[in-house]
């Protein structure tokens, strides 16, 4: 859960989805992944889907950095201040990334597309799936890389960048399509890695020097990653560049136009995200079905979660409502079919659990010796008239579990912000019972009535994934006056 500049929500649990801009402070490279996506090698939220992951090399290889100074004439640098050869660096920085970028996708489409297409490893639908419309942006950064190309001047140095951004960025609009269709791609990849071909292919593949141990899907998550990266860019370049510069005015029009497109895309990206696992929400009655869900347009957060039994949950907490389900397959696809009623996160109450207050299949946890199966607990609540739902779910660690709280917190509040009752929620303690005014007991007799009900549905959660959108929660935080924002790293 991440809440930056500019969260990009690529972010599936966290197959994740969720994009999101890089502090100015981070250094800028391709590699690193500043969205929520959940990775592979994400441990905390989303544990989007349970299919067999192989475990990933334990190092990558980067390519050798190049810098403007050792590329071009030293002469030359000679004669410039220190204040220029930091912005021709930055200048030199982007168009290097522009190359590098088309090498990847390149290779992406030479090396794991076409032989999988030749070989008949994969359907072409699937590969188209999983692909998207990757051809179409290699021209596109082509076009950008030529321009910067045709500007540098004999002795390496560039004057002019900003009017050259300023009319190549609008294109940017097109990642709309490959953005929304990264959860569906990286959920169908994960799916087809089960076949004995396709892993054995993409393994072959991760051990062969050109993939410099990156997998499939680090290749497939480039662009994203390249498109959340240009605000940072450039602004390192208007860093450096003088006031009074022509360059300056369009670099910060540049800015602005990369900033809105990146939200604009996050956006999208969030709400393609939050379809694609509504459609693959089963009812097992027609009085599970939910009008909340429906409406939702948003995926704060879900995640896998464990019974006391030992059975698998998945968890999604949409915009109004927190819905409990289990994985299964149907029809060759991975759906949630609903284990219990949906939860209103308006009527919904948290506690965070001291650890050890939870009782495990009717016996004290204390009396166990592995202590950590009694830590990291918090409970989530509900009751109307004759209706009522309690689960105690378990974090695999503290940081996961503080994550959830804060995800489940931030929903709360926005919804009873919109509804005008701002005052029922207590940010430093459990929630209040919206119709009491009352806060949640958590004395001995209370904890007994609870572990009555959470012998039925106790659940342990292992957040591997979580996607975040706070970006658009945030907007309905800010009537209130107190967005909060909850970082994870998908």
Not at 141 to 161: A, F, I, M, N
Request: aromatic share 6%; with cysteine.
């Amino acid at each position: 859960m991440v809440a930056k500049d500019y969260p990009f929500y690529l972010t599936v649990k966290r197959a994740n989805c969720s994009l999101e801009v890089p502090p100015a402070s981070s250094p800028a490279k391709d590699s690193e992944r500043s969205i929520s996506f959940r990775s592979e090698s994400r441990p905390d939220l989303l544990a989007p889907r349970p299919w067999s992951r192989n475990a990933a090399p334990s190092s990558t290889k980067r390519r050798d950095s190049k810098l403007w100074s050792e590329t071009f004439d030293v002469c030359v640098n000679q004669m410039l201040t220190s204040k220029e050869i930091k912005r021709q660096e930055a200048i030199f920085e982007l168009s290097q990334g522009e190359e590098d970028l088309i090498e990847d996708l390149k290779l992406a489409k030479k090396a794991y597309h076409d032989p999988m297409l030749k070989l008949s490893i994969m359907t072409e639908q699937e590969l188209n799936q999983i692909f998207g419309t990757l051809d179409s942006l290699i021209p596109l950064h082509e076009d950008l890389l030529s321009q910067l190309r045709d500007v540098r001047k004999p002795d390496g140095s560039t004057e002019h960048v900003g009017p050259i951004l300023v009319g190549w960025l609008p294109c940017l609009s097109s990642y709309d399509s490959y953005c929304s269709n990264q959860v569906a791609a990286k959920a169908l990849l994960d799916h087809k890695k089960q076949d004995h071909r396709v892993q054995d292919f993409l393994q072959r593949c991760l051990e062969s020097p050109f993939s410099r141990k990156l997998d499939l899907w680090n290749f497939l998550d480039i662009p994203r990653s390249r498109l959340v990266k240009y605000p940072l860019l450039l602004r390192e370049i208007l860093r450096h560049t003088p006031n009074d510069n022509p360059d300056q005015q369009h670099l910060e029009e540049a800015i602005n136009i990369i900033q809105g497109i990146v939200a604009e895309i996050n956006t999208k990206t969030g709400e393609s995200e939050c379809r694609y696992y509504k459609e693959r929400l089963l009812y097992l009655e027609e009085g599970q079905k939910d009008s909340l869900i429906d409406s939702s347009r948003v995926l704060c957060c879900h995640g896998e979660l464990k019974n006391n039994r030992g059975v698998k949950l998945h968890v999604f907490l949409f915009q109004e409502v927190l819905v409990i389900t289990r994985a299964v397959t149907h029809n060759e696809q991975l759906c949630y079919q609903l284990y219990r009623q949906p939860i209103p996160v308006k009527d919904l109450l948290l506690e965070d659990l001291q650890d050890g207050e939870v009782r495990l299949g009717g016996s004290l946890r204390g009396a166990f010796s592995n202590n950590e199966r009694i830590k990291n607990f918090f409970r989530v609540s509900f009751k109307n008239g004759s209706q009522s739902q309690t689960h105690s779910l378990q974090a695999n660690d503290t940081f996961n579990k503080q994550q959830w709280l804060n995800c489940i917190r931030q929903a709360k509040e926005t919804v009873l912000c919109a509804a005008g009752q701002a005052g029922v929620l207590d940010s430093e303690g459990p929630f209040l019972d919206p119709t009491t005014g009352s806060r949640e007991p958590q004395g001995e007799t209370k904890l007994e009535q609870m572990d009555q009900s959470d012998s039925e549905s106790d659940c342990s959660m292992d957040t591997s994934e979580v996607s975040l959108d706070w970006e658009r929660m945030g907007q309905a935080d800010s009537s209130c006056g107190n967005s909060r924002h909850a970082e994870s790293n998908v």
